[in-house]
């Protein structure tokens, strides 16, 4: 939400020094083209003393060039900081000619102020209006195709990405997750090695999350085809049992003897592996409760 705020704050203000741009240009139009105006009655006597006060304190029409460079200032920073969607029939030898025409007719139509009053003032109104035209066409093309303009980053992801690990370091304990990451404008392939599982591994993260698919579940792999036992407390029955026997009974082969997968549900008894601890014919004792905690070493699944 925040950051749709900032977005709309940001076109705001682009659309602000846009209009002043604009304004730039017509307050010029009306300071060296004054006669056109006067002629058609189209002065205000309210806009006069405004810019004559801009004059004096100023001296901002003291050349032509002046209010020229501003409104240009001010058009740039509004089509850099917009974004717009991007097209691929625009090129960069269009954008140049755009640039090239706006700058000969927004700058360098002074002279025409030195012909005749009604020509010379018509056609430097027509070459300047032409000319902020292509100069702002020629803004909102650049900035649809350059790469880091100002609005693509406003969540500030680049600065806050780092390099991280691109080697695989591979041992007969390791466990290895791949990962992708952005760095520097780009999408990279790495890895995230636990090379000594033995210190612990602790996985957090909230509900949904992804913990189990990205983590848990690759550990058991992993550990299945490196010949590990394993001791899995499946809380959401039967999601990990069901990956780790399957994938046992893919990979028994990594195992010097041959592993074998016992449950114990005590949610359900049913769902259990279970014998009589009291008859010396069967391989295990039953699997009570109270057994199980007083032989907690029978909990092994394999």
């Not at 304190?57 to 209010?67: M, V």
């Not at 997750?177 to 599982?197: A, D, M, R």
């Not at 005590?266 to 009570?288: G, I, T, W």
Request: positive net charge; hydrophobic residues 45%.
């Amino acid at each position: 939400m925040q950051g749709e705020d900032d977005l709309r704050g940001l076109a705001k203000i682009m659309a602000f020094m846009r209009a002043v741009s604009i304004v730039l240009v017509l307050m010029h139009l009306y300071w060296f083209c004054y006669g056109f105006f006067l002629e058609r009655e189209w002065t205000l006597e309210v806009i006069s003393k405004i810019l004559s006060n801009f004059q004096r304190t100023a001296g901002l029409f003291s050349h032509t060039l002046y209010t020229k460079i501003f409104a240009l200032v001010l058009l740039a920073l509004s089509c850099l900081g917009t974004k717009g969607v991007k097209n691929d029939k625009i090129t960069w030898s269009q954008i140049y000619t755009a640039l090239g025409i706006g700058f000969v007719l927004f700058f360098l139509n002074t002279p025409l102020l030195k012909l005749s009053p009604q020509l010379g003032t018509f056609l430097y109104i027509l070459t300047i209006s032409l000319g902020f035209i292509a100069l702002m066409m020629a803004g909102v093309w650049m900035s649809r195709l350059l790469k880091n303009n100002l609005m693509d980053d406003v969540f500030n992801s680049e600065n806050e990405s780092f390099q991280q690990e691109t080697k695989l370091l591979y041992n007969e304990y390791s466990v290895n997750l791949s990962t992708k990451f952005y760095y520097q404008g780009e999408w990279h392939q790495g890895w995230i090695n636990v090379v000594n599982p033995f210190r612990a591994t602790i996985v957090l993260g909230t509900p949904g999350s992804g913990k189990s698919y990205a983590v848990v579940n690759n550990y058991i792999r992993q550990h299945i085809e490196k010949g590990f036992s394993m001791y899995i407390y499946d809380f959401k029955f039967d999601d990990l049992s069901t990956i780790a026997y399957n994938h046992l009974l893919n990979h028994s082969d990594g195992y010097t003897i041959k592993p074998k997968f016992y449950i114990i549900n005590f949610d359900d008894p049913r769902k259990s592996h279970r014998c009589n601890r009291y008859r010396a014919d069967q391989e295990m004792p039953v699997l009570n409760k109270e057994f199980v905690f007083q032989n907690p070493m029978l909990l092994a699944v394999f």
